[in-house]
């Protein structure tokens, strides 16, 4: 199985809001709710910013939020501030328990 | 409060073998599905294997499959990842994650990692 699809890299201004995509297929992201949103900084371990496509653990801020249509999951940041600067990456089941990971997207802010 | 530390990493040589370790507190591993995720330098994340909650089932990546075993210690509330036949595409951080439940394949918590490197 191959891994899920993201752009390599995306920028906002502080305040503005910026989009991830995530694409899959029918049989990953089209199929089960397990997909996952990680932020990871340099030399940090990933953490958890969405679980179950919409789902924000305790003490992640609402202005990260997840959704998906078809094949595809978002990841959203809104009012975004010079610390979302990051590595994101989106992971989703991909059937016969295997986990598929997203190549990972550099969000710069301006 | 949940703490996971990996140790066992360093520098082997391409055919030999090294153990992880993932010493979890905070929490009970036999109550969560355990996974090793890796990241090659300047590369993304790829997950290697997992351990149900249950400790019986077991899965693993496609890449390490046959090579690398996953087990727990639950008296010592520890998780290990064997690795044989290691191969320079297996230079990595090793990170040890908990999942959300039994078997959720999402990570709530994760380990600072742990830096293997296979050269000769």
């Known amino acids: 199985q191959s891994a899920l699809t993201q752009p390599p890299s995306a920028s906002g201004s502080p305040g503005q809001s910026v989009t991830i995509s995530c694409t899959g297929t029918?049989?990953?992201?089209?199929?089960?709710?397990?997909v996952s949103w990680y932020q990871q900084h340099p030399g940090k371990a990933p953490k958890l910013l969405i679980s179950?496509?919409?789902k924000r653990p305790s003490g992640v801020p609402d202005r990260f939020s997840g959704s998906k249509s078809g094949n595809t999951a978002s990841l959203t940041v809104s009012g975004l501030r010079a610390e979302d600067e990051a590595d994101y990456y989106c992971?989703?089941?991909?059937?016969?328990?295997?986990?598929?990971f997203g190549g990972g997207t550099k969000l710069t802010v301006l | 409060q949940v703490q996971i530390v990996e140790s066992g990493g360093g520098v082997v040589q391409p055919g030999r073998s090294l153990r992880l370790s993932c010493a979890a507190s905070?929490?009970?591993?036999?109550?969560?599905?355990m996974h090793w995720v890796r990241q090659a330098p300047g590369k993304g994340l790829e997950w290697v294997a997992g351990?149900?909650?249950?400790?019986?089932?077991?899965n693993y990546g496609n890449s390490v499959k046959g090579r690398f075993t996953i087990s727990r210690d639950t008296s010592k509330n520890t998780v290990s990842l064997q690795m044989n036949s290691l191969r320079a595409e297996d230079t990595a951080v090793y990170y040890c994650?908990?999942?959300?439940?039994?078997?959720?394949?999402?990570?709530?918590?994760w380990g600072q990692g742990t830096l293997v490197t296979v050269s000769s």
């Open positions: 994650a908990r999942d959300l439940g039994f078997w959720e394949l999402q990570f709530d918590d």
């Open positions: 351990l149900w909650a249950d400790g019986i089932n077991k």
């Open positions: 029918s049989s990953d992201v089209g199929t089960y709710n397990s």
């Open positions: 179950e496509v919409n």
């Open positions: 905070g929490f009970t591993i036999s109550t969560h599905g």
């Open positions: 992971s989703s089941y991909g059937g016969s328990n295997n986990l598929l």
